[in-house]
């Protein structure tokens, strides 16, 4: 019996497999790992996922040991040229893969700006676990439990840029490429390690919850629960129709995460 794929914003996976594939509409390509291998295919194969817990040997190399891993949501994105991809595992832990020329990855350093960032490689063939992320989630929320399970809610990839969404609702993380200010930090670093967005993350104070994150491009929206866009940062033209056609796109794949209602239900909500 064929295993079926199941959509996820500009790709599919198996949730026990984990097989990633990019949609033609993108028309991206395995260039750079972002489906979790090596290779130039976009068919459908199992992704790979580098031990966390095996140390790296730098006379050896990057070392070929992989783990099994479930995956209880995966997001892929990116241009043509480059492309990266973020998996939820059922344990709550967050993997990266694909490019990380700009730190859309988060690994390798709690410093902002090149200097410091510790690139084992410009890009990654198999998916990276991110721990210093759910740390620092931790830290700013004050949770000390080792579940990690309700720590993040929402991923957005962008073009050289990652966002997470915190369950609180509130809190919103970015890493990657920021100089058209689309990470949502005040002062546009160029490039950034994983930070709190401060221009679309809302204070606690504030009635509002934000129901997803979508980044597109140059640009990043945070979407309230009803999924009309609550702020936005960076490089970003309502006026467009590929805008558009994003934001529909990410609020179409929010719905289906179960994080929005569905375009039914939102009519009916605004009658």
Sequence with gaps: MKEALLRIGTGYYHPDHVQITLSHRIKQYNIIGQLGRAGKSSKPSKALFSNPHVAKDSSEGIRNTFVDVKASKAYTGGTKDAGHSAVIDSKGHIWLT???????????????????????????????????????????????????????????????????LASNQKDVYSFGKGAEGQLGIVSKPFVSCPTLAKELSIKESDDRKIGAVCAIRHCSFTLDEGGHVMKRSGKCRLDKDWIKNAIKDCIESAAVDGLLPKRDEQNSNEQ
């Design 98 to 164: 694909g490019c990380d020329r700009w730190q859309q990855l988060g690994l390798g350093a709690s410093t902002n700006g090149a200097s410091g960032y510790t690139w084992e490689r410009l890009w990654q063939e198999s998916f990276q676990r991110n721990d210093f992320l759910l740390d620092f989630i931790k830290s700013k929320s004050g949770k000390t439990s080792s579940d990690n399970s309700t720590l993040i809610r929402d991923v957005a990839i962008g073009g050289d840029h990652t966002l997470v």
